[in-house]
């Protein structure tokens, strides 16, 4: 099954810096999720990209998708002390889409961002 | 809009005791999902709902965990008996509808200690 992971595990930064966040999965998927996940609270969706696309920005977020690489990046820009949370991608399970709409996340990226 | 409701947020049991958690999802999404997060890594579906039906249950360990979703509203997970294994975060998400491209919302979770 595919299988979302994130790479680094740990990242910590400076206010200000930018962070990059990646995820690599296994299989044809067709589209990719990602997710932030501050400390003991759930999950909140930031951004879709789907495999037709190869960027996509929303604020201070940009993702990018290589299908050929099945990798995909997530950059933040001048980051903030709250951006401190767990970052995760997220694929649909099953073949070319997940009809059922189930997703399988990976082990998350812990991001530090500090004053 | 309110968000996805969960109770209790936080419960410590003896192992082989019960346990049942509920979830209240957003109003008109009819897709549920129940993951089980453990301190470290992504959430792991359980099980998912469409309506008041069962669409997939596959890593939901049938002999302890159990789900229900009677009037295709309402979700509560019962775990029983409880194992030491067991302490994690258990996060219920909705969405709009099933197809993996619509995003999932979460509750705040239940955090689940065996003792």
């Known amino acids: 099954s595919q299988q979302g992971e994130e790479d680094p595990q740990a990242l910590s930064i400076q206010e200000g810096e930018n962070a990059t966040m990646n995820c690599s999965y296994k299989?044809?998927?067709?589209?990719l999720q990602w997710y932030r996940q501050n400390s003991g609270r759930g999950l909140v969706h930031l951004i879709l990209?789907?495999?037709?696309?190869r960027e996509k920005h929303s604020g201070r977020l940009r993702v990018t998708l290589d299908t050929s690489k099945k990798s995909s990046s997530l950059l933040i820009t001048a980051s903030r002390a709250a951006d401190t949370a767990s970052y995760f991608c997220?694929?649909?399970?099953?073949?070319?889409?997940?009809?059922?709409?189930?997703?399988?996340f990976g082990k998350g990226t812990k991001l530090s961002v500090k004053p | 809009e309110a968000g996805v409701a969960q109770s209790p947020r936080y419960k410590i049991i003896e192992k082989r005791q019960s346990v049942a958690f509920w979830c209240n999802p957003i109003?008109?999404?009819?897709?549920l999902y129940w993951y089980q997060q453990i301190l470290g890594q992504g959430p792991k579906l359980l099980i998912q709902?469409?309506?008041?039906?069962?669409?997939?249950d596959s890593q939901l360990p049938k002999d302890r965990f159990s789900a229900e979703r009677l009037k295709g509203v309402d979700s509560t997970l019962k775990i029983q008996p409880a194992k030491l294994e067991d302490s994690a975060v258990y996060l219920c998400?909705?969405?709009?509808?099933?197809?993996?491209?619509?995003?999932?919302?979460f509750g705040p979770g239940t955090r689940l200690t065996v003792t």
């Open positions: 990209i789907r495999s037709n696309e």
């Open positions: 109003s008109g999404h009819a897709t």
């Open positions: 998400a909705s969405s709009f509808r099933v197809q993996s491209s619509y995003e999932q919302y």
């Open positions: 709902f469409q309506n008041n039906g069962v669409v997939d």
């Open positions: 299989t044809s998927i067709n589209n």
């Open positions: 997220a694929t649909p399970r099953g073949r070319y889409g997940g009809s059922q709409g189930n997703l399988i």
